[in-house]
Every structure is written in C-alpha cells, then in structure tokens.
C-alpha cells in the first residue's frame, strides 16, 4: 500500500474513533440532563451569556464529532471541537491533577491534529 493509502486510512481510524466518542460525550450533556451543570460551569469560567456557551460547546461535541467521524466539514468541526477542548483541559480543569483533564488533553491533541491534516481519502469532504 502507498504512503497516502495508509495515512487516509489511519485518519479513518482516528476520524471514527475520536468523532464517534466526542460525539457519544455531547450527545449525553444535550440529552441527558447535564446542561444545567453545563452552564453552572461555564458561568463559573466566567463566559458572558454561560447558556449560550454551554450549548455551543456542547453541540461542538455532538454535531463536531459526528462531522468528523463521517468526515465532513472535517477541518472546521474539528477546530470548534479543539476550542471546546481548550477551553476544557486549560481553564475547566487547570487546577485538577493530570487524571482529571488528561481525556481533554487528548481529545484536544487529536482534533488539534485532524484541523491540520483534513479528513484524509476516506471521507465525505473528498467524495
């Protein structure tokens, strides 16, 4: 197999398996009763509007993970999806200990990685 054949492959892999996680983790907070604590967090960073925040990060995880799962949009998903992360791993947790904010560090890594290399081969941005 070529160079390009194994690396689309190997974002597929990632593509899928981050997405679809990041997109299980929104999905919960919009449609299993986490958005008020949600915003009680978002107010707490002091964003203004924290309900507006709230959702928006939320949905950057539903929507964003899908997007990059199936790999649509995949760049632009996956810049709001490291925003939300950043703002996760850097502000949210910055005091707790490494176990604490190391899925966001990763998940924050990943679609970091995802906005600069684009969805690969293998996705709906190329088909």
Known sequence: MSRDTLLSIGLLFLRVAAGGLMAYHGYQKVFGGFMAKMT??????????????????????????????????????????????????F?????????????AIVFWAIFGAIALTGAGRYSLDRA
Request: aromatic fraction near 10%.
């Open 40 to 89: 009680e967090g978002v107010a707490a960073l002091g964003f203004p509007l924290p309900v507006v925040f709230a959702w928006a990060a939320a949905l950057s995880e539903l929507l964003g993970g899908v997007l990059v799962a199936v790999g649509l949009k995949t760049r632009f998903a996956a810049i709001f999806v490291f925003i939300t992360m950043s703002v996760a791993a």
């Open 91 to 103: 502000m949210q947790h910055r005091a707790d200990p490494l176990q604490a904010k190391e899925l």
